[in-house]
């Protein structure tokens, strides 16, 4: 645990450490996200085109039917590919969310992510002395620690 001194201020700004850490579990979360949206994409892209064919073969479709389940099945892949490929890349978290997020699979760090990047995301209340000693701590947990760890595959 580390020391302050009685003549050190907080820093007004994430420490390299934190900010380098949370931007992994952003990316992480994006790239987990994206493969999950993917994932969803295929199987209802599947599941639409097997139903399509199987109508196909059951009834004799009207070519403007087959036009239209040829449609949908163009829309549904669109609209799948927007809303779980594209919506998690460009959706971004809050540091705050980041460090929550950290923190659920890496107990180590207490509650010490999410108060030091509390601190010093807003104006700063409190003892100098004693925000600079727990962005220090925390900065220390967090270069010794895995934070995608709570981030499934």
Same mark, same amino acid.
């Given at each position: 645990?580390?020391?302050?001194?009685?003549? =050190?201020? /907080?820093?007004?700004?994430? /420490?390299?450490?934190?900010?380098?850490?949370?931007?992994?579990?952003?990316?992480?979360?994006?790239?987990?996200?994206?493969a999950r949206g993917l994932g969803k994409a295929a199987l209802l892209l599947a599941v639409v085109a097997a139903v399509a064919m199987a109508l196909d073969v059951a009834f004799i479709l009207?070519? *403007?039917?087959?036009?239209?389940?040829?449609?949908?099945?163009?829309?549904?892949? @669109?609209?799948?590919?927007?809303?779980?490929?594209?919506?998690?890349?460009?959706?971004?978290? @809050?540091?705050?969310?980041?460090?929550?997020?950290?923190?659920?699979?890496? @107990? !180590?760090?207490?509650?010490?992510?999410?108060?030091?990047? *509390?601190?010093?995301?807003?104006?700063?209340?409190?003892? /100098?002395?004693?925000?600079?000693?727990?962005?220090?701590?925390? !900065?220390?947990?967090?270069? =010794?620690?895995?934070?995608?760890?709570?981030?499934?595959?």
């Open positions: 645990m580390a020391i302050a001194s009685l003549e =050190k201020r /907080p820093p007004t700004a994430l /420490p390299r450490a934190i900010r380098r850490g949370l931007t992994r579990v952003d990316h992480r979360l994006s790239a987990v996200g994206t009207p070519v *403007g039917v087959r036009w239209g389940i040829w449609c949908t099945w163009i829309a549904a892949g @669109t609209v799948a590919l927007l809303r779980g490929v594209v919506r998690p890349m460009v959706r971004r978290m @809050t540091w705050n969310d980041l460090a929550a997020v950290a923190e659920s699979g890496e @107990t !180590t760090l207490g509650e010490r992510l999410t108060s030091a990047v *509390g601190l010093l995301r807003q104006q700063p209340h409190g003892s /100098p002395v004693l925000i600079a000693a727990l962005v220090d701590d925390a !900065t220390e947990r967090v270069r =010794k620690a895995n934070l995608t760890r709570a981030i499934s595959s």
